[in-house]
């Protein structure tokens, strides 16, 4: 194991009066961030928000927001659309195609409802096509989708990380089928942006939706979407607003921005991306994002080893994996065993509509918490 700095989690609060395994929901929020936030909140309240230094500072913190992002996930500032999850970005995309009946959507049958759900709206709206391909065999995904693959295929749309099993989806192998027939590819990085290094630029993939309050440790309600510089043109604005471009003279009409932010509508509150800004900085200056995607992997690996030498359990997720570690039992319902394990302030959660529960580890997680997490799973599931 690599050892954990206890700096680390001094300044997370949230991991230090119980055993937090929910990053794959909401991760723990640094100190720093939080004062971030509150210096934020202290000047908007103190100045108002309409005067010219508001207006700059709130300015710079978004662009210095989108900066740091791009940086950190390998792309051009340029491809970096500031969204308020990973679901928003995603609808940016699919309401940004223009659809007709008899379309068709590939994706697999372990998505998220961020991403199935606007998939039937486009059923419902336009008539499309989805089929999605089986995914408990991960290494056979990319030729799945390969057979599928139609005329009238228009988007490939998948999961970096499965939230349910865990997985890790071959993003490389997929991009490379569907770009051989000139399908683009959407890729839903909820749960792998900030557990695992992204290099997006140098990656195939065509557009990837974030989350900015999961692996990242930021506030709720900040996301991002990256847009393949060659890409943006293409896709229509469905909203439109404040952030988006300029209105021209009547001529021109609406002008959109000439980089992917002019997918963003309107103001955002400015403590959040202070908030977001100072978690990814804290990451990657104090902690280091290298150290923290192999930390990541190695603690997520321990607790699945731990979990695979308990009789009662079946562990779903493979070594083929980022922090999610998934598993069934038979003796409670999912929700009656993360309920029992939360009396024992062990926070893990459950799987709707399925047998599963899922333990998030995270770089912040110690050798302790893996422990006495696998210890009480096997207390609470002994027949």
Known sequence: MLSIPETIREQLPAVQNQIYLNTGTCGPQPRSSLDAMR????????EGRISAASSNRHHQLREGLRALLAEIVGAPQESVCLTHNTGEGINIIL??????????????DSEHISLT???????????????????????????????????????????????????VFPVDEI?????????????DAAQSAGAMRLHLGQSGADYCAMAGQKWFCGPEGMGALYIRPSL?????????????????????????????????VGAQNAADFAGLQESLRWQRDEIGLDWIAERTYTVAEQM?????????????????HAGLVVFSQDRWSPQ??????????????????TPYCRVSTGFYTSDGDLEETARAIAELTKH
């Open 95 to 108: 309401a940004g195609m223009r659809w007709r009946e008899g379309d068709e959507v590939i994706t697999t």
């Open 304 to 320: 699945r080893l731990l979990l695979k030498e308990i009789v009662a359990l079946r562990v779903i997720t493979t070594e083929q």
């Open 336 to 353: 009656e065993l993360t309920a029992r394990l939360a009396d024992r302030r062990i926070i893990i959660r459950s799987i709707p509509k």
């Open 175 to 187: 991009v490379a089928v569907a770009h051989r027939q000139d399908v683009p590819v959407l890729v």
């Open 232 to 264: 943006w043109r293409l896709l229509e604005n469905s909203w439109a607003g404040y952030m988006s471009g300029r209105m021209g003279d009547a001529n021109e009409g609406f002008v959109p921005h000439d980089a992917a932010k002019r997918f963003e």
């Open 39 to 46: 210096a934020a909140l202290e000047c908007d309240v103190a």
């Open 117 to 167: 759900a606007p998939l039937a709206n486009l059923q419902q709206r336009f008539g499309i096509r989805v089929t999605a391909v089986a995914s408990s065999e991960i290494e056979r995904v990319p030729a799945l989708i390969a057979k599928h693959l139609t005329e009238r295929t228009r988007l490939v749309a998948i999961s970096h990380v499965s939230w349910m099993t865990g997985a």
